[in-house]
């Protein structure tokens, strides 16, 4: 568990506020003196009239070790639970548990401290609703804890999401010089435990909208970046927006730069698959890992690295502009009188039509002047018939092929429909020829998005 994060947020600012609560102890007048308030925000800082009570507070405050401070503030606010020191008392106490907590090798007692850490911060926002340093950490720890597999996962989500809104509406009222050092780090903490409820409720549009900005202030952190790539495209099975495929590469190829060592393997096969799905193909995939391992933010050029898969009538043009419409088997001529234009189609059928053919093909259904066939292997394979092949005299009974069979035969291409394709061949002839193996439709790279 990351527990580093926390400690420039709480850990420096925590120690300088303690420190600025200890020295109204020297020349203290018989009633007190006023010690300084939490958030540094008060115009008029609270006085502790009660020696005892201030006694007590100087004496917690000024120990020297996480744990002689805990046991301090713990019997002080036991003691003095209405005190005007309260909340510095809760938010001092909240950062020394916080401290031991980075400072504990054994994950059972880290854990117990990271809980009283945070049993102490909602006290304190109990106390006071706009205390960021207490809202950064529950946000924090609770979508850690519930990303690490905590049973209580989705409570411990929704808590985080409702004490990071309740940052980010905070946020514009601090006013207290350290916490304006740290405050885009918190932007952070509070966007990113927003955003990762919002993946867990399938609110794609509010998850990316909080946790964008987080990963790209910090493209290092695994736990936000590749949440982020889901969110942009959860089930690449389904088509999704241009953008948000690009995006969703992006990110995933970024998370398998910044994974645990034991993950990255996997979620780079991830992340080539997803490039493979909307762009058709793996050329240029190690150019966009490249890019991405060296990178951190999205580059504005996304479009430019990421081209979407060719259209059909684009990969038809294509297969016009490699071959000649004589050579290609049928499965490609089929393909192009689907999906390619007019001209495209145009280029083809003037190319074939009327002129004798020998093919291979699957008996669908007979009668003995007509023949239903399947000549491509996607149709094959479906039973359907893609050639109507008729015969000008009867085919003798003992030469009808059965239903099933394969067989070598002879037409003359004259005319089709494309939706759905059936290509009518007159001057049907039966071979006995044996001819290659049926014509495997042309591949079609379907477009991943709309």
Known sequence: MKTVLLTVVLGVAVQAMAQGAAQ??????????????????????????????????????????????ISGL????TQYPNSVMKNQALEILMGAYQQQANSTADPTQRRALIQKTMDTAAKLVTADACNVRALALLAY???????????????????????GQQGLDCLPKVTDQELLKNKAQMEGIFNSAIGIDDLQEKDYAGAIQHLKPAADANPNDFSVVYPLALAYWPDPKTPTTPDNAMNAIWYAARAS?????????????????????YHGGDDGWPDVLAKAKAGTAAPPDLATLIKPAPTPAEQAHNMIMAT????????????????????????????????????????ISTTPTQFMIAGSSDDIDAKKADITLNFEEKVPVRLIPKDGASFDFQGEPASYTSNPFMMVMDKGQLLRVKSEAPAKKAPVHHKAVQ
């Open 24 to 69: 109204p102890a020297q020349g203290q007048p018989a009633q007190g003196q006023a010690a300084q308030p939490a958030q540094g925000q008060q115009s008029q800082a609270p006085v502790i009239k009660d020696p005892a009570e201030y006694n007590a507070y100087v004496s917690a405050v000024q120990q020297k070790d996480n744990a002689g401070k």
């Open 74 to 77: 713990e019997a002080f606010l």
């Open 141 to 163: 720890f609770d979508r850690v804890l519930a990303q690490g597999g905590d049973p209580n996962a989705k409570q411990l989500l929704a808590d985080g999401k409702k004490y």
């Open 257 to 277: 730069a910044v994974a645990p060592p034991q993950s990255q393997a996997a979620l780079e096969k991830y992340a080539r698959s997803i490039y493979v799905r």
């Open 324 to 363: 000649a419409p004589d050579k290609m088997d049928f499965a490609t001529w089929e393909f192009i009188l689907t999906n390619g234009s007019q001209a495209d189609q145009d280029t083809v059928w003037n190319a074939i039509k009327g002129k004798a053919v020998q093919m291979n093909g699957t008996v």
